[in-house]
Nanobody, 120 residues
Framework: QVQLVESGGGSVQAGGSLRLSCGAS??????MGWFRQGPEKEREAVAV???????YYADSVKGRFTIFQDSTKKTVFLQMNSLKPEDTASYYC????????????????WGQGTQVTVSS
């Protein structure tokens, strides 16, 4: 059974950095992504990576966040720099076997989420 397990969340001051990671229980997926849901907000896509290296970012995080994978392609990371209070949210990892481009949210598998809190 596929399980996505996120780690790396925490509390940080504005301007700080965090790195999230997500392991896919030994599976390799063609598409993995990070999504977030802040207090009283809709879930939104943050970044998506396709196994061939293509990456997609929400405008709000471009230049600050980087999505990447390890050499096995079984773990996806989200490096978050220059964090802002508005980045406060639960962050969810997602995985799918379809190489659909863009920030669409039709992923087959989802993690339980990890909390990121950015204080001003």
């Amino acid at each position: 059974q596929v399980q996505l397990v996120e780690s790396g969340g925490g509390s940080v001051q504005a301007g700080g950095s965090l790195r999230l990671s997500c392991g896919a229980s030994g599976y390799t997926f063609d598409r993995m992504g990070w999504f977030r849901q802040g207090p009283e907000k809709e879930r939104e896509a943050v970044a998506v990576i396709i196994i061939d290296g293509r990456t997609y970012y929400a405008d709000s995080v471009k230049g600050r966040f980087t999505i990447f994978q390890d050499s096995t392609k079984k773990t996806v990371f989200l490096q978050m720099n220059s964090l802002k209070p508005e980045d406060t949210a639960s962050y969810y990892c997602a995985a799918d076997s379809r190489r659909w481009p863009g920030l669409r949210d039709d992923f087959s598998y989802w993690g339980q989420g990890t909390q990121v809190t950015v204080s001003s």
